[in-house]
């Protein structure tokens, strides 16, 4: 009989080697030599504490893993943002109207701004995906031609061309928008196309025979998409449609060109004024983060919510 | 499959109604001024220390001290907004704001589409490099480096030597650099960020108005300005085609604010010469 050969030792080694080298390779362009070290020695001397700090949080149970991993990595991201020399005076001086913490022209500005032009969005886009994949899914010729074209040209354009359709040309015939409307119409006919096709999936997902059986109990159509088929399809589409929400929150910088007071256009200006763009767009980075952040554990909520009464294993 | 589309349908309608207030006509702007009691003018307020936004939120800058003025002469109050630059030079405002009092150079392609009544000082376009830069020693030297530009700036025209400045008494000038590698920006500023990366990072030089750049070289910027300025160019207020009397009404205050000394005041103030004649 012949013994299987035990591994050597040496093979547990073989992935570390690899971090110490992946590490390494990473800080080769970096000029990270002091006065007395040279840089290739300062190299292996961080490659080798990145390579033990990982072997370090690998030992710890994985939510802790996941909890150093957050930390450190924050960590590296403010040294990076102190590696610049900001002026945190002036960041601190234009925080709250970044925020929106105040009103321009009796309105709203900043990540207020933002904030509300999304949440109206949110909800006219809803409206217009359903409208559009209820209509894409029925039998009417016409309404589907008029759904699948809406869909097809609000997904196949950019956003911001079509926000400046929508602030420019429109006013050629005669339709005159201020800029908020403009940019919440522009976004919610943007994103009800796309959602518009994210319902249509979850609501062809739910299986013919759920039809089948609804009509048999006697229930009419309207009855059936109502009670049967939604409540089912809304658990399919949260997730897709929880992305979506997120990509607009961002994409609603786009709406800074028409000179509405958003968390963009007040970044770019105040930036701008003073000569001090990097300050004022890592804090409205920051800022579209948290707000991202928010969106997120809202959609984790709402799924949850959906989610009761189905088993997922 | 049926669906019921039509109660869809009016949601989906009665939603875009809603969302829909900013309805207005255009109409005759000097009336619409007057029975509004305000002026509205459009700024960009990216340009210190033409147009920017202090701490307070609140306007300041020459424009926005000569945009009010004109408004005080003509008896209403001023309001600002801040549309982009390229949706105010693309004319066609329909009523949105009245007036551009943006140091807009009146070019033969923007007096398509607007109208300039009125301008009220000149600014010399200056030539910038970085600090440590010494190959550009003259506006001549700067032919075939990579230049950075506001994009459909009057500077941009100049590099392409399509510059056509279509206004009464405005100084002539020669194209002096030539060949150069052009880079567009979303506004001059930003093509200052870019040179202040190095000499040569991703800018060779950069052109804009003498003021941008002073500004930027007072706020830390590591930039120089080399030679003597490549034109002179004459800054008007702007406003939409169609309404002469207003055009008219405004032509007469910059005319007055122009002989009782109030724009050289002003221009004083703000750049630290008098910059109107």
Redo the contacts between chains.
Sequence with gaps: MIQPAAAPAWRGLIPWVAVFAAALLLLLPFDVGGEQTPAMLARIGLAAAITLNVWLVSQLPFRTQIAVAWLQLVALFLLFFWSFGLSYAFIW??LP?LLGL?L??GFL?GGALTLFICI?AI??ST??A??AA??R????GL?VGIATFYISFFRGTPLLLQI?LI??GL??I??????I?AA??AL?LCYGAYMAEIFRAGIQAIPEGQ?EAARAVGLN??QI?RLVVLPQAIRLIIPPTGNQFIAMLKDSSLV????A?ELM?LA???G??????MEMLITAALIYWALSISFERIQARIERHYGKGVRVD | ?????RR??A??FA??LA????????GETLDRVMSRGSLIM?TD????PQS??N?E?EFIGFDIDVGTEIARRMGVEI?F????W??IT?G?W???WDMSVGSMTPTKARAEVLNFPAIYYYTPAALVVHEENTAIDSVEAASGTSIGVGVATTYENYLNAALEIDAVGAPSFEYRVSDADIRTYD?D??A??DLRLGDGVRLDAVVTALPTAM??IE???PLKIVGDPLFLEPLSVATDKGDEAFDTRIAEIVKEMHADGTLTALSEKWYGADLTQ
């Design positions: 001086e234009r109207s105040g321009n022209r500005m109206v909800v006219a409206l217009i359903l409208g209820l209509a899914l029925s039998s009417n309404a400046l602030y420019i006013p050629q005669g339709i005159v928008f201020s800029a409307p919440i119409i919610s039809r159509e309207g998409m800074s060109v028409l000179g007071w256009y770019r200006t105040y701008r004024s003073e000569f001090k763009a | 499959m049926y669906v019921p589309f869809s349908l949601v989906a939603s875009a969302l829909a207030p900013g309805l207005a006509a255009a459009s307020p990216e340009y210190p920017s936004l701490a939120n309001e907004v801040t549309p982009s390229d949706v693309a066609n329909s009523g949105r506004t500023t930003l200052l960020d500004g930027a706020a830390g910027y």
